[in-house]
């Protein structure tokens, strides 16, 4: 496809005659489609899933002479269902979608933080710290937590922790 679109710009363009701007604006063609075909895949139709990389942790330690590796991912949802069923079925489906196999000889254990999208924790959120008393760290959005999954090093099962309605403020 990408070549297709390639030869049709060459052919529209006299200009690019030159293979090098050619083959550049291929390249950034592929790309761009690529990128985009890959991150929408994971997110089931009127259900949208970020990641926030930026809230992501690795905690590594040892327990008994043996090493660890936790890793922490954290996403906002938009649109979730509203059944603990339906919420397990569709993040069940993303993780299985971008889930990468070498994930998990790196990790002991992947814990991954699922939040609703409201106005505490849009689909852009970053940990901001303005000052000692005047801070907002994602730990205090707990009401909007969906779910916790868990994945455990030699376990092809997932975990998944619902928060009870009495731990919600």
Same mark, same amino acid.
């Given at each position: 496809m990408t070549w297709s679109v390639f030869f049709s710009l060459q052919n529209s363009y006299p200009g690019l005659t030159n293979s090098r701007s050619a083959m550049t604006i291929a390249g950034i063609l592929f790309l761009m489609?690529?990128?985009?075909?890959?991150? $929408? @895949?994971?997110?089931?139709? $009127?259900?949208?899933?970020?990641? *926030?990389?930026?809230? %992501?942790t690795v905690t590594p330690g040892s327990y008994q002479d043996k090493a660890y590796n936790i890793k922490t991912e954290r996403f906002v949802v938009a649109n979730p269902p509203q059944t603990e069923q339906a919420i397990r079925e569709v993040i069940g489906a993303y993780i299985q979608c971008? +889930?990468? %196999? @070498?994930?998990?000889?790196?990790? %002991?254990m992947i814990v991954r933080f699922f939040y609703r999208e409201t106005e505490a924790t849009p689909r852009d959120y970053v940990e901001s710290v303005k000052s000692y008393f005047d801070h907002d760290r994602i730990e205090y959005h707990a009401g909007d937590l969906l779910v916790a999954v868990r +994945? *455990? *090093? $030699?376990?092809d099962d997932l975990e998944y922790h619902f928060p009870s309605p009495s731990q919600s403020p």
């Open positions: 489609l690529s990128t985009n075909s890959v991150a $929408g @895949d994971c997110s089931p139709p $009127g259900i949208k899933v970020f990641p *926030r990389p930026a809230l %992501t971008e +889930w990468a %196999t @070498d994930q998990h000889e790196k990790y %002991t +994945w *455990r *090093r $030699g376990s």
